[in-house]
């Protein structure tokens, strides 16, 4: 059976999935998504094992069927980082699951003849360069290859997950409706977190290095560290802050105010210093963006309605749970007590500083060509350090900054490329708004997001989290749709 033959059979049951309506597909998905979060855990502890995976393979039939429901709940699962399953030394986890049937489906649209033709992102080139030094690093320091397999093959997938994102620029409706799962995301991961912080879940596994954050308020939520759930955080909020204000919010002001507030405190509660400087460089850029966009300046009247509004609704949160959870206080006392203190036992800074002092060492015996992606586990004491106690001795990134992960494995040129990369990515994003319309609080939030992440990354390595390279695939494919030709693509992005 030809597979022109196989889709014509299949079509009925393809149309009628359209008939969900945007609203309940999402609602679906938030159910299933929030059931991963631990809700499947105690019947999955019961032997429910057959019934799960009949569930998985219906979720997979559909997603095989629409490739954009797929790209809808792998931004929905981007925090179920420390979950996965192990395959020949391959860490495969949720949304990368869900990214392949996605990539799967939609090839099979190409094959049939559903999609004409292959579109190319903006970011194709930078793209191609920055993995050409991957494959350098191979070459150069091929007695490491099995150091660095799975993280070229994770890489791999990023860049696919570009590429297929920017197929979807016709359809700018997937792209706002993905927009809005990773911001439902990190809603239900702070969620998570400040519970976690209050003691009333502790079933998150953690390395032995931060088995007392939990005691101290700082939650790792589905991630084993607050150094990734932080930043993960502070980047739903940026997204969202766009529309706190914004007129065409409408009667969704008051739930997108509860969710700000939500975000905020928990991002307040797992901060590290990294995600400081991430959420600060993120609120400037917002800053600069509206005051671009007023001309005239900024409304100080509106700004100053807007603080008294939040903080007046913090007040009101924190008398509440003075008279209903008197222990939620007690962990709030003590985060604020660490923040004004600087202090992040799990993380102190002369670990940091160690960890800096190593890799730097290292690269400058090497800074052209690097030492091989992965290597930091054989290269430095810290590494080896590290690896031993996660009982890892595979592979190792280095944890202290991004650029100095990307010197140490690929030397100058990967930095240079993914320099590059970020450039061409934020000067896209940049004439975007140009053209953005009624898109505008979508750019805005894309281009805080990429620069607060960024900036965080620059001093806690998120290089192969999946959370922040689908956020770079999401601003490369809304500065794409805003960039075509195509008026009415533009026009319908809202």
């Not at 969620?191 to 290095?209: E, N, P, R, W």
């Amino acid at each position: 059976m030809s597979l022109s033959q196989l889709a014509a059979r299949a079509d009925p049951f393809r149309r009628r999935l359209p008939e969900l309506s945007p609203t309940l597909a999402a609602l679906i998905l938030v159910f299933l998504t929030a059931a991963a979060y631990g809700l499947l855990a105690p019947g999955l502890d019961a032997g429910l094992y057959v019934p799960a995976a009949a569930l998985a393979l219906v979720l997979a039939a559909v997603i095989l069927l629409r490739p954009e429901i797929g790209l809808m709940l792998m931004f929905l699962t981007a925090p179920l980082e420390t979950t996965y399953v192990d395959v020949a030394g391959f860490r495969i986890k949720p949304s990368q699951v869900i990214g392949l049937l996605t990539l799967a489906g939609w090839a099979l649209q190409l094959a049939v003849g559903r999609r004409k033709a292959i579109r190319s992102s903006g970011l194709t080139k930078p793209l191609a360069l920055l993995m050409l030094t991957f494959l350098l690093a191979f070459v150069l320091h091929f007695q490491y290859l099995s150091y660095g397999i799975s993280l070229f093959g994770l890489q791999l997938w990023f860049v696919a997950m570009i590429i297929v994102l920017a197929n979807f620029v016709d359809e700018p409706g997937v792209l706002r409706r993905c927009f809005w799962m990773f911001i439902i995301a990190g809603t239900l991961e702070a969620a998570l977190a400040i519970v976690q912080a209050a003691g009333f879940y502790d079933k998150v596994t953690t390395t032995t290095a931060y088995g007392s954050i939990l005691n101290q308020a700082r939650p790792a939520g589905t991630f084993s560290e607050p150094d990734f759930l932080a930043p993960f955080l502070v980047g739903a909020f940026l997204l969202i802050l766009p529309f706190w204000g914004s007129k065409r919010t409408g009667s969704w002001m008051p739930a997108v105010g509860v969710v700000v507030l939500l975000l905020l405190a928990a991002s307040i509660l797992a901060m590290v210093r990294a995600s400081w400087l991430g959420m600060i460089a993120g609120l400037a850029v917002f800053g600069w963006l509206k005051l671009r966009e007023r001309g005239d300046g900024l409304d100080f009247a509106a700004l100053f309605k807007r603080m008294t509004s939040i903080l007046a609704a913090l007040a009101v949160i924190l008398v509440a749970l003075a008279v209903v959870w008197p222990t939620a206080l007690q962990t709030v006392s003590v985060r604020a007590k660490n923040l004004v203190a600087i202090v992040e036992p799990e993380n102190p800074a002369p670990t940091r500083a160690q960890e800096m002092q190593q890799a730097w060492a290292v690269i400058k015996q090497n800074p052209l060509l690097g030492h091989g992606v992965g290597t930091i586990a054989i290269t430095t004491e810290y590494g080896r350090t590290v690896a031993a106690s996660a009982n890892s001795g595979r592979s190792g990134v280095v944890g202290a900054g991004i650029e100095l992960g990307l010197l140490h494995d690929q030397g100058i040129g990967g930095l240079l490329a993914f320099a590059l990369l970020m450039g061409v990515l934020l000067w896209r994003l940049l004439r975007a708004l140009k053209k953005a319309g009624t898109s505008l609080p979508y750019v805005q939030g894309a281009i805080a997001c990429v620069v607060g992440l960024t900036i965080s990354a620059c001093f806690n390595n998120l290089y192969y989290f999946a959370y922040y390279w689908l956020i770079i695939a999401l601003a490369a494919a809304f500065s794409d749709l805003l960039l075509s030709k195509s008026p009415t693509a533009q026009d319908a992005t809202v």
